[in-house]
């Protein structure tokens, strides 16, 4: 299985998904996008001009996609921690995901409170995460959602949890992934 929490930049949803792993009852990997994005070499990324960098940081969001994926493929549980920011993200994860257990989790939090986190961590625009909302938010369907401005990130780990525990029959990647096939024209 994979809980897959998207949202802003600073809404909380390592946090979560590090109580996620305090609270579940079995063994589960958390994959970060941050993380992954870390393991390249940041020097020769910050040299690089506009559509080289564009370029390496598709890749290595397309790569993050994948190593998800194989890690479920492989019988792991994993927790997700993503930004969603543009549609390709998306589309790329429902097919590189199709075929697995996945509970998409909207992380949700309120943009004066985005912005002093960002403030408080030091290491982002203040700004940049409420910027966001809109566009990491756009596909409107979610399994489960939380609040990180109103609920504490162990609140929302219980709160997943319980969810997680219910199981329900359709999930938010299958009625997406329906969506996207609809308005193929290559599928039709």
Same mark, same amino acid.
């Given at each position: ?27 589960w ?22 559509p ?5 940081? /598709? &890749?290595? +969001? !397309?790569?993050?996609? @994948?190593?998800?994926?194989?890690? #479920?493929?492989?019988?792991?549980? $994993? ?36 912005? /002093? &986190?960002? +403030? !408080?961590?030091?290491? @982002?625009?203040?700004?940049?995460? #409420?910027?966001?909302?809109?566009? $990491?938010?756009?596909?409107?369907v ?34 997406? +992934?329906?969506?996207?096939? @609809?308005?193929?024209p290559?599928?039709?």
């Open positions: 299985m994979i809980i897959f929490l998207n949202g802003t930049s600073s809404s909380g949803k390592s946090s979560i998904a590090a109580e996620l792993l305090k609270v579940l009852d079995t063994p990997f958390h994959l970060g996008v941050d993380a992954f994005g870390a393991m390249r070499a940041v020097e020769r990324t910050l040299e690089l001009d506009g080289e960098l564009a370029a390496v940081l /598709r &890749r290595t +969001r !397309a790569g993050f996609h @994948r190593a998800v994926a194989g890690m #479920a493929r492989a019988g792991n549980d $994993v927790v997700v921690d993503h930004v969603l920011s543009e549609p390709w993200r998306l589309q790329d994860c429902l097919e590189v995901m199709d075929g697995l257990d996945v509970v998409f989790v909207g992380v949700h939090c309120p943009p004066e409170e985005l912005e /002093r &986190r960002e +403030r !408080a961590r030091g290491d @982002r625009t203040p700004g940049a995460a #409420a910027k966001q909302l809109q566009s $990491v938010h756009q596909h409107g979610y399994d489960f959602e939380v609040d990180t401005g109103t609920s504490s990130p162990h609140e929302c780990a219980q709160a997943i949890k319980q969810f997680v525990n219910r199981a329900p029959a359709t999930r938010a990647f299958d009625e997406l +992934r329906g969506r996207a096939r @609809r308005h193929d290559s599928t039709t």
